[in-house]
């Protein structure tokens, strides 16, 4: 037995066609003018799953991309200091190098004391540095200077050359699980209270020998600037090490947005030509459906008969 | 012997028949788009001829026929295709009730976008970190106290969305419970008119066409089954009868089809969907979402504590080995001399381990309820400690304070802890039956499943679709009107109508030459 078909059949089944052709068409829609090929998680869970997974990345990652600019800004401030620091301590030895030339009068080791003083309140001040209004070179007491704000001359409270600075690192998170501590600490670069060539201290017997004259006391201080200026230079390096670290995370980072970027872009993007194509077919399909059924639907035998 | 008039009889019932055909056209015709109409049919037979059989006969040759009557009108319709459509119909109905909740879900959980939960949760520890490079600010405490309060928020708006689902789903099934009602009570009704109408012997078919239109429709809605008794249709749900014969129905409300549920008597169908997704999809996510935001809160992590941190004074932590230590005493004996591997109760427990910058530096529970209750937390009331949210010094983000007890502002052990725990494994699961995901992870899973739910809802209601369009299609090929049969049916029967007038004149003629033309030779 043949398909009875009615004409109510041939229209139920033109709508339904025409409808579901309408659904894929706005499903086109959506991801052409979304330009994403996963709009809900229906549209492919485990492309969804991926998805997200690559965005919290990227969130995180574009995270410790700021922590690493920080904490560059961190290091080069340090840097920056540690070279005053070195200029400092090359004057004192110049200056110390002509203290401890015998034969002067008292009046010329004066005036080199005076200088030679300036220079102590100036590493004082130097140990005193603030950035982002913290203390840097004292570890996690940030909110208090390490070194007394005091003169050479005062002799009220600590001197500088007494001090145990705190030794807490500011971490900084550049990974997943990876931290660096940015700051060096003041006793690491001025010298421990214990130390012999404690950068304070020997400023201080330095000026204390000009005072007096001394000028052999002076020349044998010039052995414990000498060692002072070494651990300087030491320190720099060792920042500059840091940096370097910093400038190949930084790297790291930048590559890993990138690649992170293009995979979340593959796993949700459409693409386009292929959207656009699809878009077109199911257009001439639609249109195709239209005239058909506006052949199909109207004429009846009704038509015909006269 | 035939009667003078026996053609003129034959005509006037060929004529009458014809007229009733026609009109039958008309009606089906007119029916050609009524939801649930079958074509009708007017079944005609020879009459009953001349001379029945019997001992007296005349010795007239052959069998004279005395012309047609219709001894019935019937509608044209399949019993088979109507099973298997309200068959089909009922898991049409109930996924398609499922797959429109499951796509609300979707909006709901609006994933993958920049504005979910999953950004909240990122945004959440990215304060954190940007906290741990300034500890000793107020900036970064008020960005940790609004992403923070960004968080609560989206999980309270996510929870408040659900429940408004779940109300909507309830009400739902009390209004189709009503139109449930309508419909038995429309077939109690039929039943009625119907056995009264054939009672007399006619064919009741516009009304049977109505009652299987009620019985299509209650098959969206539920699962029935439909028996066809002597007093008219009895329709069960499962073990449940619903409406039988002539009596009035007792009427179904949502608390007895939600038993029906439980009881298993109602299993498929709209209604089924709408329960079915509550109970499960609706009330699902509002688990998942609340497990979520109580294990952030309270749940398992294991926390590597830096060495040099300083536990508060009197705290018991639980040893990654299940080993409990207590802290007390000087702060030199409360200072870890290593890292310290501890088990964690959630974010709240890790923040009670800090210091803050206010004038009582003791660490606060993170989270609390919107009641500030701490104990099990859920997402519609989490919400920020309110004293932190009032003033955001008491976040905490040292770990470690002075010999005399004095915050050393500087340290921001904490806030990196914090900031870590996106990439720690909180337990999701119990003690004892453990499920440790990230809390992104564990979003993410959320998601990923309602992704496979409706997928699989759409798929599975297409199929139910295409095969309700099917039968549907068979019912119509058997059922439908077709105009241009009924057209030509027309024709049909407008010749059989008009050689039947013609046969009356050509009789009538001829009864006229017999009365009037006979006997007046030669006047």
Do not use: C
């Amino acid at each position: 037995m043949g398909i009875r078909v009615t004409q109510s059949m041939m229209n139920t089944q033109l709508l339904r066609n025409v409808s579901s052709n309408l659904g894929r068409m706005n499903d086109l829609q959506n991801q052409l003018s979304t330009g994403r090929r996963i709009n809900k998680p229906s549209d492919d869970p485990v492309g969804l799953t991926f998805s997200m997974r690559y965005r919290s990345e990227i969130d995180a990652n574009d995270q410790y991309v700021k922590n690493t600019d920080s904490a560059t800004s961190m290091l080069d401030f340090t840097d920056t200091t540690l070279g005053q620091a070195g200029d400092v301590l090359q004057r004192l030895r110049e200056l110390a190098v002509k203290g401890a030339t015998g034969a002067q009068p008292q009046e010329a080791y004066d005036a080199i004391n005076l200088e030679v003083k300036e220079l102590y309140n100036q590493l004082v001040e130097i140990g005193n540095s603030k950035f982002n209004g913290k203390y840097v070179f004292n570890g996690e007491q940030t909110q208090t200077a390490p070194y007394p704000g005091t003169k050479i001359d005062d002799a009220t409270g600590k001197m500088a050359y007494e001090v145990t600075t705190d030794a807490g690192q500011t971490q900084y998170e550049l990974g997943p699980g990876v931290t660096l501590g940015a700051n060096l600490t003041g006793v690491e670069i001025f010298g421990n209270p214990t130390d012999a060539d404690n950068v304070f201290l020997v400023v201080k017997q330095v000026s204390d020998a000009l005072k007096d004259g001394n000028y052999n006391k002076v020349s044998d201080l010039i052995g414990s600037i000498d060692t002072r200026l070494g651990t300087l230079l030491e320190k720099r390096a060792e920042v500059g090490a840091r940096t370097n670290r910093l400038a190949l995370v930084s790297d790291r980072l930048t590559q890993t947005g990138v690649n992170l970027k293009s995979i979340q872009s593959k796993t949700e993007d459409a693409d386009m030509a292929e959207v656009i194509t699809n878009l077109k077919t199911e257009e001439n399909v639609y249109q195709a459906s239209l005239s058909a059924g506006a052949k199909l639907i109207s004429p009846s035998l009704v038509d015909f008969l006269k | 012997m035939r009667s003078t008039f026996h053609g003129l009889e034959t005509a006037r019932r060929s004529l009458f028949t014809q007229t009733a055909a026609l009109y039958t056209t008309g009606h089906n015709v007119a029916n050609a788009n009524t939801t649930g109409y079958s074509r009708q049919i007017v079944n005609m037979t020879a009459s009953q001829s001349m001379e029945a059989y019997g001992l007296i006969r005349s010795t007239v040759p052959g069998q004279m026929g005395s012309g047609v009557e219709f001894t019935s009108i019937t509608r044209v319709r399949e019993k088979f295709l109507d099973d298997q459509y309200r068959n089909e119909n009922k898991s049409f109905g109930d996924y398609s009730i499922r797959q429109d909740t499951l796509e609300k879900l979707e909006t709901i959980v609006n994933e993958p976008s920049e504005s979910g939960v999953r950004t909240v949760i990122a945004n959440f520890f990215n304060a954190w970190s940007e906290l741990s490079k300034s500890p000793e600010n107020a900036d970064g405490r008020k960005i940790v106290r609004e992403q923070a309060l960004a968080l609560t928020d989206a999980l309270n708006h996510t929870a408040k969305q659900l429940s408004d689902l779940k109300n909507d789903l309830t009400e739902n099934v009390d209004i189709r419970a009503g139109e449930i009602n309508s419909r038995l009570h429309g077939i109690a009704q039929l039943n009625r008119s119907i056995a009264k109408l054939e009672g007399l012997g006619d064919n009741a078919n516009d009304l049977r066409d109505q009652r299987d239109q009620l019985a299509d429709e209650l098959s969206k809605m539920i699962n029935i089954t439909v028996t066809e008794q002597s007093d008219g249709y009895k329709i069960d749900m499962g073990g449940t009868e619903l409406v039988a014969g002539f009596d009035e129905p007792a009427p179904v409300t949502g608390e007895t089809l939600t038993d029906a549920v439980a009881s298993g008597d109602l299993n498929s169908g709209e209604v089924y969907g709408m329960i079915l997704s509550r109970d499960t999809y609706v009330q699902g996510y509002i688990n998942d979402l609340d497990r979520l935001a109580n294990t952030l809160a309270n749940g398992d992590i294991e926390v590597t504590l830096p060495k040099g941190s300083v536990i508060p004074e009197g705290t018991t932590l639980t040893n990654s080995d299940g080993s409990t230590t207590l802290y007390s005493g000087s702060v030199s004996s409360r200072t870890l001399s290593g890292d310290t591997k501890v088990v964690l109760k959630g974010l709240n427990a890790l923040h009670q381990l800090g210091y803050n910058t206010s004038s009582t530096p003791t660490g606060l529970p993170f989270f609390t309820n919107a009641d500030g209750s701490t104990g099990t937390i859920t997402a519609a009331s989490i919400t920020l400690n309110k004293q932190i949210a009032d003033n955001p010094t008491k976040i905490s983000a040292s770990m470690r304070v002075n010999d005399d007890g004095t915050l050393i502002e500087g340290n921001n052990s904490l806030s990196v802890l914090f900031s870590q725990a996106r990439d720690m494994r909180f337990n999701f699961g119990s003690a004892g039956d453990p499920n440790l995901n990230t809390v992104d992870a564990y979003f993410r899973s959320i998601a990923g499943q309602l992704g496979v739910q409706s997928e699989e809802a759409i798929r599975q209601m297409n199929n139910s679709k295409g095969l309700v369009d099917q039968i549907d299609g068979r019912r119509q090929s058997v059922s439908g009107v077709s105009l241009d049969e009924e057209m030509s049916n027309m024709i049909k029967f407008q010749h059989a109508y008009n050689a039947a007038a013609r046969n009356m004149t050509m009789i009538d003629e001829m009864l006229d030459k017999v009365i009037n033309g006979m006997g007046v030779v030669g006047r």
